[in-house]
């Protein structure tokens, strides 16, 4: 199995600055017949299901401010949001979906300073 | 609107059986895998489970291998989870989600406890 290991596993940054949270796979994650990297990032608020944000490690989901983008390729993965707004708060979910089972990260909580 | 509705969730006590209902609506639900997530909570997401668009193939975690069955109704346009031989670590908020490059829809949740 795919282990998924997200760090940190909680941040506090101030309102207006950067947050950056990394997700590390134990396997390649890279298909190179199509060069696609089977990662995604979710924000989960509480009380709410979650919310897919980035598919393919870097394509923003319609809808989603562009503050949030994703990066990496192989085995190490990121998502920055790049100036943080209070309704960011929430807990942050890799996974992966390169195969079964389509393992999530720990989760990393984001707070605010 | 894309919706998707989980139900059937409840207590149950060990070593009891439960069957998860998600009902889509919205968009083409034969053309979709769909998945079955579940959050215990205050704790991460983990993926229970996964179907293919024609219900000719599945994947399970191993958690849940042997106990648990997802199966779907593209007629009906509806997720299915039956659960078998549960256990009080089954306790958890079931998700029913639409698969594809990443889950980009997902059900409210059905809370399953599992208790005596």
């Known amino acids: 199995d795919i282990v998924m290991t997200q760090s940190p596993d909680s941040l506090a940054v101030s309102l207006g600055e950067r947050a950056t949270i990394n997700c590390k796979s134990s396997q390649n994650i890279l298909y190179s017949s199509n060069n696609n990297n089977y990662l995604a990032w979710y924000q989960h608020r509480p009380g709410q299901p979650p919310k897919l944000l980035i598919y393919w490690a870097s394509t923003r989901q319609s809808g989603v401010p562009d503050r949030f983008s994703g990066s990496g390729s192989g085995t190490d993965f990121a998502l920055t949001i790049s100036s943080l707004q209070a309704e960011d708060v929430a807990v942050y979910y890799c996974?992966?979906?390169?195969?079964?089972?389509?393992?999530f990260g720990q989760g990393t909580k984001l707070e605010i300073k | 609107e894309v919706q998707l509705v989980e139900s059937g969730g409840g207590l149950v006590q060990p070593g009891g059986s439960l069957r998860l209902s998600c009902a889509a609506s919205g968009f083409k639900f034969s053309d979709y895998w769909m998945h079955w997530v579940r959050q215990v909570p205050g704790k991460g997401l983990v993926w229970v489970a996964h179907?293919?668009?024609?219900?000719?193939?599945?994947a399970y975690a191993d958690s849940v291998k042997g106990r648990f069955t997802i199966s779907r109704d593209n007629a009906k346009n509806t997720l299915y989870l039956q659960m078998n031989s549960l256990r009080a670590e089954d306790t958890a908020v079931y998700y029913c989600?639409?698969?594809?490059?990443?889950?980009?829809?997902w059900g409210q949740g059905t809370l399953v406890t599992v208790s005596s």
């Open positions: 996974q992966q979906y390169h195969s079964p089972p389509f393992t």
């Open positions: 179907i293919y668009v024609d219900g000719t193939g599945a």
């Open positions: 989600a639409r698969g594809g490059s990443g889950c980009d829809c």
